[in-house]
């Protein structure tokens, strides 16, 4: 199988770094394509991949194209694409509120997956939802599940409405946690801790509460039983959050991000993808 991956930012370059250093490719080194001469050098520089500034040179051989560019470039990089589209070739994209019909339309390909990706996947603990045009076959889904678990792990879904919902849980909330751990770290200071003290107490004590979730079947709201004892120090903080709706409040910020992907979707099959 030849794999391409199309941009060489952050998210593609994630992706071709970790495809590389993992069993998916058997035979042979992964192609990845970019425009800018400064990406190229780098690339270059890592001799780790086939590295080219032509799609006619990497395109027609690849078996996998994995379209890791902003959607703003989608129209372009597509219609240059076209041309060398053949049968049977399987396009992965990246591309945030790019639609699978758009991408179908665009290349006049039929067997196209739409990925979304988080963050934590430029550290190997990336959570990835992904959907499938019906021509993709079980073979070929297990083939990209692989792919994408080079990542982390990810999570095939029914329905592109379902990539947008999942926009606003996985695919945003890595920029919740940050939030939290903001104001977190802002009332550390507050209390007299130095910034270096206060990054530590909030780093660590999330990554511990992420370990005690992964470690057992108990939800958070048993953890937060097994933290907060009546009339104490956590169950004043809880009811403080209870008090001013601050769960609600995440929720609906969830919903906005969900509401915001669907309205980008709608964006790109009218072709506005500058607004993405």
Same mark, same amino acid.
């Given at each position: 199988?030849?794999?391409? $991956?199309i ?13 590389? *250093? ?15 001469e ?35 470039? *989608? ?5 240059e694409?076209k ?30 997956v ?21 021509? $993709? ?37 890595? *920029? ?50 097994? $933290? ?20 609600a409040?995440?929720?609906?910020a ?5 509401r ?12 506005? $993808?500058?607004?993405?």
């Open positions: 199988m030849n794999v391409l $991956v941009g060489g930012g952050n998210m593609g370059m994630t992706y071709a770094e970790a495809i590389a *250093a993992s069993n998916f490719l058997t035979d042979g080194r992964l192609m990845i394509f970019d425009k800018s400064e990406k190229l050098a780098e690339l270059r520089d890592k001799d780790l991949f086939d590295v080219h500034d032509q799609l006619a040179t990497c395109l027609p051989k690849a078996d996998v194209v994995l379209i890791a560019v902003k959607p703003v470039h *989608a129209p372009s990089l597509m219609a694409m041309p060398m589209v053949s049968d049977g070739q399987l396009f992965v994209s990246i591309m945030a509120g790019v639609t699978i019909q758009t991408i179908k339309k665009g290349l006049n390909a039929s067997k196209v739409r990925a979304m990706p988080n963050l934590p996947a430029l550290v190997g603990l990336g959570m990835t939802s992904y959907t499938a045009s019906e021509q $993709v076959s079980r073979l070929e889904l297990a083939a990209i599940e692989r792919l994408l678990d080079t990542t982390g792990r990810s999570m095939m879904l029914p329905s592109e409405s379902k990539i947008d919902a999942s926009t606003g849980i996985s695919g945003s909330g890595p *920029a919740y946690i940050f939030y939290f751990m903001q104001a977190l770290m802002d009332a550390a200071t507050k209390m007299g801790f130095v910034e270096a003290d206060a990054r530590l107490l909030v780093s660590q004590t999330f990554a511990g509460a992420v370990e005690l979730f992964n470690s057992s079947a108990l939800s958070p709201e048993d953890w937060m039983a097994k $933290v907060a004892s009546k009339g104490g120090t956590t169950r004043a903080a809880l009811d403080s959050m209870d008090d001013n709706n601050v769960n409040l995440i929720q609906e969830a919903y906005a991000a969900f915001r992907a669907e309205e980008l979707g709608k964006q790109t099959e009218g072709e506005e $993808v500058s607004h993405a």
